[in-house]
């Protein structure tokens, strides 16, 4: 496999459940994101992690966790989500933190009921 | 104010009609500028991306950069049907700030191409 991928490619979750997002990347990437897409809305920046390290939290809720156990892995832990949380999570890496080209995965569309 | 701006569209334009998108900015620190292409189901991907100021062309498409407007530009020549996607443009300070490392997009544009 090459590029950024994703699992699940959708998920329908309640309120009360707990579900984690997969991202791996196959690209020898340092660097690697979460965003947030939602209707009508730019792409959010989520999270950051370089080098395995958590270098950026765009005041995030805490009902979403992210992990990153290697460089070539990244989990986004979810619990007690909101219907308002419904979105396409997109995983993104980048050979840096600073480089200009990110690569994104295809992304996990989340519905909240 | 949002830092970036986007008109979201939707665009919809005949075959081999020139497409001019833009965005502008608020924020002054942003020296890297981007646009990617988002086609539906699928994650964006980074179509250009333009220095500081000035012009550049890939094909049958364009960047513009004018920092003393704060104001952006891709044109698309001769397009295509398959040229139909989400435009979204996408900017990032120098090392050293507070934008450096995290790329701000706008909303992004639907274009349609259309036979």
């Known amino acids: 496999e090459t590029g950024v991928t994703q699992t699940p490619r959708h998920l329908v979750m309640g309120m009360t459940n707990k579900k984690s997002l997969k991202c791996e990347q196959h690209?020898?990437?340092?660097?690697m994101y979460w965003y947030k897409q939602s209707a009508k809305k730019p792409l959010e920046l989520m999270f950051v992690?370089?080098?395995?390290?958590?270098?950026e939290n765009n005041s995030v809720p805490s009902r979403f966790s992210p992990e990153c156990p290697n460089s070539s892995h990244l989990f986004l832990h979810l619990h007690t989500l909101q219907p308002e949380d419904s979105a396409l999570y997109l995983c993104?890496?980048?050979?840096?933190?600073?480089?200009?080209?990110?690569?994104f995965g295809q992304g996990t569309r989340l519905t909240v009921v | 104010q949002k830092e970036v701006e986007q008109d979201p569209g939707p665009l919809s334009v005949p075959e081999g009609a020139i497409v001019s998108l833009n965005c502008t900015y608020s924020?002054?620190?942003?020296?890297?500028f981007m646009w990617y292409r988002q086609y539906s189901r699928k994650g964006p991907e980074l179509l250009m991306y333009?220095?500081?100021?000035g012009n550049k062309e890939d094909g049958r498409f364009t960047a513009q950069v004018d920092k003393s407007s704060k104001y952006i530009s891709l044109f698309i020549r001769d397009s295509q049907p398959s040229d139909s996607a989400t435009y979204l443009c996408?900017?990032?300070?120098?090392?050293?700030?507070?934008?450096?490392?995290?790329?701000?997009f706008g909303q992004g544009t639907i274009l349609t191409v259309h036979p």
């Open positions: 993104a890496s980048s050979q840096g933190q600073g480089d200009t080209e990110a690569f």
């Open positions: 690209l020898g990437h340092n660097a």
């Open positions: 992690y370089n080098f395995k390290e958590q270098t």
């Open positions: 924020n002054s620190a942003f020296q890297y």
């Open positions: 333009t220095y500081s100021s």
């Open positions: 996408a900017m990032m300070g120098n090392a050293g700030g507070t934008s450096y490392g995290k790329l701000t």
